[in-house]
């Protein structure tokens, strides 16, 4: 569903901007040809470029290190540059490049279960799922479906993704979640009988104490990520004591959909600090991809 309405998207704004590029063109406007183009192929920048003004400002007395003029800068580039790559070619077009790899001589290996965020599908992870194929390691990526609906509902495609990856190797998998794929993930976690079913958890950019930007929200699973909201309480009252523990929590100071800061991390927690990165950017980031290999690489 997300891949067809983010093809219809892509298209439709690139044959939009020609039009208007044309017609402009064609009536002696040559200014208002580039600009309208600029628009509404490169309007989305200006978006992100409104939402790093937001996080500044909201850092107030974040633990974090505030983040510089220089890094914020950067991050925003990051940001423009990885924005079309996922939204606008891997998600659409490319979301089923790379098949689940769960390989006939995969029992007794470890196995990687990646779930994608708020607006996104598994196409997210290809640059991850290609080196894992390549390097033979079991892994499944799911899709969060119904888009829009609550978090509560992705539990059916967590435990599958989870029940192949067991049969598959018959030891429970290392997760990887981006942004709310990281608060869908807890919630499969919380379940009873689920302690055991999952080695370790990664994630990246998850709003682990909601967002200030989920003020603005709509949609049920956005709306339960403010912070403070009362399905995260519930959540973390599902949760066994010491289970933060076995989570790794990455998060940046230039997150400019998670923020403040310090909200995507949890007391207990190991938590990373990605100086300089922003959301979507996180998830092409080295250091996350570095502390999977390490837990692949520990024994069973």
Known sequence: MLARLQQFTTLGSLLLAGLWGWFAWRGGHPGWAVFGVFIVVGGYALVLGVEFVLLGRVHGDDPTPRATPAQLWRAWWGEVRSAPLVFCWRQPFRSRRFADHLPADAQGRRGVLFVHGFVCNRGLWNPWMQRLQAQGVPFVAVNLEPVFGSIDDYLAPIEAGVRALEQATGVPPIAVAHSMGGLALRRWWAEPDHDARLHHAITIG?????????????????????????????????????????????????????????????????????????????????EPRYELRRWLATPH
Not at 207 to 213: D, E, K, N, S, Y
Not at 245 to 252: D, G, H, I, P, V
Request: hydrophobic residues 40%; proline residues 9%.
């Open 206 to 286: 998850t709003p682990h104490r909601g967002t200030w930007l989920a003020r603005f929200a709509m949609s049920p699973n956005a709306r339960q990520m403010r912070i403070g909201s009362r399905w995260l309480q519930l959540l973390a009252a599902r949760e066994p004591p010491g289970r933060v523990a076995r989570l790794t929590c990455f998060y940046s100071h230039c997150d400019n959909i998670v923020f403040p800061p310090s909200v995507a991390t949890l007391d207990g927690a190991d938590n990373r600090h990605l100086p300089g990165v922003a959301h979507v950017h996180m998830a092409d980031h080295a």
